[in-house]
């Protein structure tokens, strides 16, 4: 492995965090990562995306790949060392880093303790946001309906719950509609969706009739995966809402086409 470079010093005052953008935010939606900024940015923080992170290794991790896994977290280890946060814009990858490295590392003399370190220092955006900076209430303009979405991994593995709300509350002109069984799975759940298809679509389903019972314009949610899954099925039920990462509407920053809409120059690549 390559060393991974050094951080620059923060300033005062200001910790040093490192993005991790995310497999997701990087293929699919890199606006995820630039409202993940604009937010961390206002809140005090110095940025950096480090070139030399990769996925999270929750894919091999999830399937048995235990040695796949633990390369992908020592790698992971190395890039991230140097910062005084690591921050993600997800609670399936920030789970991944925060509680399975250390198991996945844990017979590794060498490299558990780093693992921990990591752990300690890593958070999911949100939570880190309002727990760690004390952001209380964003800048930012929604004239709009929402229904928001809890994802299994930051809900049940990271207590992602009430920090989005209490910041959602703060948009003006927005109108937070709780949904029914807002905590039920969408049926995504990474490789689950592959293994078990029928059962993935039967939950999918429930989650989309509960999602248009609000007559929601939006639907938000602080996983990409479970964003994708839930815009695509929409779609193909011919439903008007559209879906959009929490981050996104924190940081004002909508002119984006929606999750699942052609995005901007899409016609040009084809």
């Known amino acids: 492995m390559q060393p991974a470079p050094s951080a620059e010093p ?5 910790p040093k965090v490192g993005l991790f953008a995310t497999c997701l935010v990087d293929l699919f939606r890199p606006n995820v990562g630039f409202a993940a900024v604009e937010l961390l940015e206002a809140a005090g923080c110095d940025v950096d995306a480090p070139e030399g992170q990769t996925c999270c290794g929750q894919p091999a991790w999830n399937s ?6 633990a390369e992908v977290a020592r790698r992971m280890i190395e890039v991230f060392e140097p910062y005084d946060y690591v921050v993600l814009p997800s609670g399936s990858c920030g789970a991944t880093v ?7 590392l844990r017979d590794d003399s060498d490299w558990l303790p780093r693992a921990q370190a990591l752990s300690d220092k890593t958070f999911e955006l949100i939570t880190f946001l309002t727990e760690i900076r ?3 209430g964003v800048n930012a303009q929604f004239d709009g309906v929402v229904t928001y979405h809890d994802s299994c991994s930051g809900l049940r593995s990271l207590g992602v719950k009430d920090q989005p709300r209490q910041l959602l509350s703060s948009v ?18 990474g490789t689950f969706c592959v293994k078990y298809p029928d059962i993935s679509n039967r939950m999918v389903s429930n989650k989309t009739d509960n999602i248009a019972a609000t007559s929601a314009d939006l639907v938000l949610a602080g996983d990409l995966g479970c964003l994708m899954n839930m815009a695509g099925k929409l779609s193909r039920q011919g439903r008007p809402v559209k879906a959009r990462h929490v981050a996104e509407i924190l940081a004002g920053m909508t002119d984006e086409p929606a999750i699942g809409e052609p995005q901007r120059g899409s016609e040009k690549r084809k």
């Open 172 to 189: 003006d002109g927005l109108r937070l509609r709780e949904m029914e069984d807002a905590e039920v799975c969408c049926g995504f759940g």
């Open 10 to 14: 923060a300033a005062p005052n200001r």
């Open 134 to 136: 004390g952001v209380e």
């Open 64 to 69: 048995g790949d235990r040695k796949g896994a």
């Open 98 to 104: 925060k509680k399975d490295y250390v198991e996945i």
